[in-house]
DNA sequence: GCCAACGTTGGC
DNA sequence: GCCAACGTTGGC
């Protein structure tokens, strides 16, 4: 079982929008960057993720799971972008924000930290472990 | 709102 | 295959 961050600005997807698509989820879609797309064909059913918001927010703000492995993604014709599908599982008890984890030691090696551009990122279950700490959330 | 970082595109 | 131009993202 693998880690992995999406990151989204709210006022396009946000959190409550995941939630509200309930167990059936939804498509990851619009991703046109292949470093992310690539991560998206590395992940399996039941992989669990970090659901961060961008911009204004900044913050970790829940967890989703994988529900389907990686696809055509249906916003495009073109053949070359893939998805998969995350649904909600549970949200953060306290949103960790990108200040917290800048300012933790152990999390400086974070793709958030080091790449901030990128949409889709894996995480380390050590990064796991600790920001669900921050959070007070379940891992 | 600005700007740095970075990915992509297209001309050569 | 290189690289300049351009567009986009996201933190500040």
Redesign the pocket.
């Known amino acids: 079982m693998r880690y992995w961050l999406f990151?989204s600005?709210p006022s396009v997807w946000g959190w409550d929008d995941q939630v509200a698509k309930g167990n059936a989820g939804e498509e990851w879609d619009g991703v046109r960057?292949?470093?992310a797309r690539n991560f998206m064909r590395e992940m399996a059913v039941g992989d669990l993720g970090f659901f961060y918001h961008?911009?204004k927010e900044?913050a970790v703000v829940g967890i989703v799971e994988v529900c389907t492995s990686a696809h055509a993604d249906s916003s495009t014709d073109d053949q070359r972008w893939e998805c998969v599908d995350i649904r909600a599982v549970r949200p953060f008890v306290l949103p960790v924000t990108?200040?917290a984890v800048k300012a933790e030691d152990r999390l400086s090696d974070m793709a958030l930290v080091r790449?901030?551009?990128l949409?889709v990122q894996p995480v380390t279950e050590a990064e796991w472990k600790i920001v669900c700490a921050l959070g007070k959330t379940e891992p």
Request: proline residues 0%.
């Open positions: 990151k600005e960057n292949y470093q961008s911009q900044k990108l200040e790449s901030s551009r949409s």
